[in-house]
């Protein structure tokens, strides 16, 4: 990095020179992650580092050794321990998925067909993002948020914490989960395991749990049965919305029409690639 004679850098100069490693190492936004690593360090805001004073020994090594973690293409939410995710900050790491901006999409589609104090349950919630937002900016709904991975369930039930949302520790598409609700359900959201084993993934999907990322039958295993699981849960006429694979664009909404449901379409995301599925629940005649 760029220094006087003495050693010192300025955190414009530290960032300048992490950004440039990296670009080297093929990280998508080397800037904004090297500003963001720096932001995490000194506690300043990003605007502040042009003209901050440099870090001291300890917070210069501090960010050194961060940067090197994601030269080696580490998540950068497992540097800083928190994922920004629609209007909240949630605490991410190892063993459990990182929330993707496009999961916002789902969200967005989710408040906009949730009745007045409807009840929501989101399957395969990983971190709570989903359910996070849901129970945060329509504090009318009920809403259960279920995750099988232990590991996982750990930081779901902490972000949820005072949000009003109930975390379940349970298997999505066993039969049994959450089957008081049958029936009573407005609303069911999903972000599952949805890549074939084998789609190549960016290097930083690798820190993702693998049973959060990969499914079988060309990534539809826990899709088929959730569809299904879903539709006992809904009422007649609710909707149930989830992720899935690019490759899934037309089999997505083809699984929702044999599992019950009407109104099947599929939704690109903002780089206009298939991103996820919605439909309703057939009304009883």
């Known amino acids: 990095m760029p220094n006087d004679p003495d050693g010192a850098v300025t955190w414009a100069e530290a960032v300048a020179a992490a950004a440039k490693r990296l670009a080297a190492a093929g990280v998508a936004s080397p800037r904004v992650d090297a500003e963001l ?19 001291d020994a300890a917070r210069r090594a501090e960010f ?22 629609r209007y909240g900050e949630l605490a991410v790491g190892p063993g459990v998925f ?8 789902l969200v967005d589609w989710a408040l906009a067909h949730l009745p007045e104090g409807g009840t929501v349950i989101d399957a395969c919630s990983g ?17 259960w948020a279920v995750e099988v991975d232990p590991d996982a369930f ?3 039930e902490s972000n949820l914490e005072g949000t009003g949302a109930v975390p379940v520790l349970a298997d999505a598409v066993a039969s049994g989960t959450l089957a008081e609700l049958d029936g009573q359900v407005d609303l069911v959201t999903a ?6 084993f084998e789609i ?11 049973g959060a990322v990969y499914a079988a039958e060309a990534g539809l295993a826990v899709i088929q049965p959730l569809a299904v699981r879903a539709a006992n849960w809904l009422r007649p006429g609710g909707w149930f919305g989830f992720e899935h694979d690019d490759t899934h664009g037309t089999v997505a ?12 379409e599929d939704h690109d995301d903002l780089a206009g690639r298939p991103r996820f599925a919605t439909g309703r629940l057939g009304l009883l005649p």
Do not use: K
């Open 37 to 55: 690593l720096a932001a995490h360090v000194s506690g300043l805001r990003r605007a502040r580092l042009l003209v901050a004073d440099g870090p």
């Open 64 to 85: 050194d050794a961060l940067v090197a973690r994601r030269a080696t293409r580490e998540p950068l939410q497992h540097l800083t321990g928190s994922a920004a995710f």
């Open 98 to 105: 990182v929330p993707r901006p496009e999961t916002e999409l």
């Open 127 to 143: 971190s709570g993002a989903v359910a996070y937002s849901i129970a945060t900016e329509r504090p009318d709904a009920r809403v």
């Open 154 to 156: 750990e930081w779901l």
């Open 191 to 196: 972000n599952p395991p949805y890549v074939p």
């Open 200 to 210: 190549e993934v960016a290097p930083e999907v690798d820190f993702d749990p693998s």
């Open 253 to 264: 909404p083809e699984i929702l029409r044999v599992s019950g449901f009407t109104d099947a």
